[in-house]
């Protein structure tokens, strides 16, 4: 059972591990390429928890942390914000978990945010996540041409959304 919970301090060690797995990060946030101490981890994890202005949520598989998931860039005026995931955990990709968590933040951003639109960015090479996104109701909407540099190589990224109007 995949469920979602707070983010708290218990949760900073797998990140430890997970930032510093060149495989785990290699399609996430430009900030884990280059974070390379326990204290630019620890940092950044406690700016992510205690930011107010998102929407952030521990991925759990049974009582196992698996990664976090949410809704960043939430803009109240709009009724609009940016969708992340992060399964620093290899054991459980592929298993569905990315496409389940999704949906899941997927209705709390229209059911409990009231947002009208969730939008999101992914790698090109990512085919996992485009068919998770796609799974999940995401509409391609356009791409960012080489917006993205990893292993000396440029790719683009899609950008994709969903509307409220069209959850179901």
Known sequence: MITLRPLTIENLPSFYNWIRDEEAIFY???IFQKMKTDQQIEDWFINTINNK??????IFVGDVF???AGICGISTTNKSGEYFIFIGDKDYWGKGVGTEVTKQIVKIGFEELNLNRIMLTVSVPNKGGVKAYERAGFVLEG??????F???QYHDKLVMSILKSEYS
């Open 66 to 68: 698996v990664g976090y």
């Open 28 to 30: 996430s946030l430009s």
């Open 143 to 148: 791409r960012f041409r080489e917006a993205a």
């Open 53 to 58: 202005k998102n929407s952030n949520h521990g």
């Open 150 to 152: 990893r292993n000396g």
